[in-house]
């Protein structure tokens, strides 16, 4: 169905389609085709809303709710969804977990491990001799920086 069309569907199924809309339609086959079976189910749906209101048999709801019941009984899950047992049980499992990684947060900010980082570079500028003079000064200087670098990692 072209865009022209499709812009003005309810226009046209209500019957107050502009001119264009309808030259259109006669000319494209297409489009009069989709608009005759949207038009079949549109008067289907009329008919149904016109009739009786049509009640289910009796005892339907009862019999959908058994098997909803049924259904949410099989699931190992439905222990914890369903019951109150369940829901603090999930309560303190997400507090237990909240406060284990805050406290580990905590004791790595003390020991200073998320700041290794940073505390290697500032060392790494402190202890590096510069690399300058004759080859014997720079064979002394690779030996400071070895030094200094082999002590820190232990």
């Not at 809309?21 to 086959?29: E, F, P, T």
């Not at 303190?92 to 905590?106: C, D, Q």
Request: charged share 20%; with cysteine.
């Amino acid at each position: 169905m072209h865009g022209s069309i499709r812009s003005e569907l309810e226009s046209l199924l209500a019957g107050n389609a502009s001119a264009d809309a309808v030259k259109h339609l006669a000319s494209c086959g297409e489009c009069a085709g989709e608009m005759a079976a949207i038009g079949a189910q549109n008067d289907l749906f009329r008919s149904l809303k016109s009739n009786e209101e049509i009640e289910p048999a009796a005892g339907f709801y009862a019999r959908v709710m058994q098997r909803i019941e049924e259904h949410a009984m099989d699931s190992i899950w439905a222990v914890f969804v369903y019951s109150p047992f369940g829901k603090r049980f999930a309560l303190a499992s997400l507090s237990f977990a909240l406060l284990l990684g805050s406290y580990v947060v905590a004791q790595e900010k003390l020991d200073g491990h998320l700041m290794a980082d940073t505390v290697a570079v500032d060392r790494q500028r402190h202890y590096d001799a510069p690399m300058e003079g004759d080859q014997a000064q720079q064979r002394d200087a690779v030996l400071q920086n070895f030094a200094a670098h082999s002590g820190q990692a232990r």
